[in-house]
């Protein structure tokens, strides 16, 4: 666990990086799914035929980070270029970025992707990666019913819980609760784990499909702005820029 800690941590400065560098936002978003990505990444959980989708895109600082640091792309390239006009690297993941399978921005379109990927070829894994605020898209609820109905049980949907979305608290914008006893309804095998946990979180991909014929959902309880303290929990993090005085306070906190 130590090992992928520090990978969570570096994964972190180099969002910071990237941030402050190009005055680019959406800090919170990418600290609260760190973990979750380290550990798909860096935790032996996906085969070379299994694919990933970040359909909350706009934390594609978190994943561009994940793929330098996997050796799928270069740092450099992506350091000097990231958020810059007529880049590759756009602040939404896009599928010209070599390890990127689908470009995502817009709320409510990775499941239906995922879903479409799974049904497509049964024999590998699809993890795609949601935001809480992605709940209140009717296209998440459509593709829940279709995953069950077709029995996908390599399908594998993670929420990344940090109980924020654009305009407010979850529950105050749309309130989501029970989260896990809606899934359980719509035919899906369901888990909820701390997404800051390495331990809880491999505990629960390394077993997948742990039931046959359902599709697995892991709601993951995390913290917006995780590991950089004047951004946790604060709505603002989702577009406030990086100033001096707070990049070196960022940097002070992830050594």
């Known amino acids: 666990m130590e090992k992928l800690e520090n990978i ?15 005055k680019a936002c959406h800090l919170g978003s990418c ?20 694919k990933f989708l970040l359909s909350k895109g706009w934390a594609a600082a978190a994943l561009y980070s994940i793929l330098a640091e996997k050796g799928i792309i270069d740092w450099n390239d992506l350091y000097e270029n990231y958020y810059e006009v007529g880049s590759k690297y756009w602040g939404l993941v896009h599928h010209t970025v070599p390890g990127v399978e689908h470009s995502f921005g817009s709320a409510g379109h990775g499941l239906p992707v995922a ?15 949601m935001s809480d605020g992605e709940m209140d898209c009717g296209t998440t609820w459509e593709s829940a019913l279709l995953a069950s109905h077709h029995k996908l049980d390599n399908l594998v949907g993670i929420v ?32 909820e784990v701390d997404g800051h ?29 995780k590991g950089v303290s004047f951004a946790e929990n604060k709505i603002e993090w989702h577009y406030y820029n990086l100033t001096p005085e707070l990049y070196e306070r960022a940097k002070n906190e992830l050594r």
């Open 115 to 129: 879903l479409g990927m799974a049904l497509a070829d049964r024999k590998r894994k699809v993890f795609v990666l």
């Open 8 to 22: 969570a941590r570096k994964i972190r400065r180099m969002v910071i990086e990237l941030l402050y560098k190009h």
């Open 160 to 191: 990344d819980y940090n109980k924020l979305q654009a305009f407010g608290k979850t529950n105050k914008v749309l309130n989501l609760e029970p989260l896990g006893e809606k899934w359980k309804k719509f035919g899906w095998q369901v888990y």
């Open 197 to 225: 946990s390495f331990k809880d979180l491999l505990k629960i991909l390394k077993k997948i499909p742990a039931a046959k014929n359902k599709p697995h959902m892991i709601i993951c309880h995390t913290i917006k702005g």
């Open 31 to 50: 600290m609260s799914c760190i973990e979750i990505l380290v550990a798909l990444y860096f935790g032996r959980i996906m085969k070379s035929k299994d």
